[in-house]
């Protein structure tokens, strides 16, 4: 959720990617149906081991979930680090809706916070 919405924000100006410690290689389709509903299309994205970037040039890293922020390394001249927590929605136990729900919440908090976030880098604020 988190690079694609940030990615929408900002476009081509920053270059995005997203990883885990334990990805699934694969993007959740609750998670692609509630992005679609605010008309971000993230159905080619996948998930990818953060392993994948230690050798490219890191300037933020920003964690989304307690996990990442345990197992998240320091990049090789990485200047910047951000931990925003929220719920796993896949986690959610309940009816389908619940879930949904869930899922949609977590998009709209996720949103909230990097909007704010974009809009300051945005605004040259360097963060």
């Not at 990883?19 to 994205?45: C, F, Y």
């Not at 979930?65 to 309940?94: I, L, V, Y």
Request: contains cysteine.
């Amino acid at each position: 959720m988190a690079e694609g919405i940030l990615r929408s924000i900002i476009g081509d100006n920053f270059n995005v990617q997203s990883a885990g410690a334990n990805p699934s290689g694969k993007v959740n389709p609750l998670t692609i149906q509630v992005m679609q509903e605010i008309g971000i299309d993230i159905s080619s994205h996948s998930s990818k081991h953060l392993n994948n970037f230690l050798d490219k040039r890191v300037n933020t890293v920003i964690t989304v979930c307690c996990n990442a922020s345990q197992a998240c390394p320091t990049f090789p001249g990485q200047m910047k680090r951000h931990h925003w927590q929220f719920e796993d929605p896949s986690e959610t136990q309940g009816s389908t809706e619940e879930i949904l729900s869930s899922f949609r919440e977590i998009r709209d908090q996720v949103k909230m916070v990097f909007t704010a976030y974009a809009q300051g880098l945005i605004d040259g604020q360097n963060l």
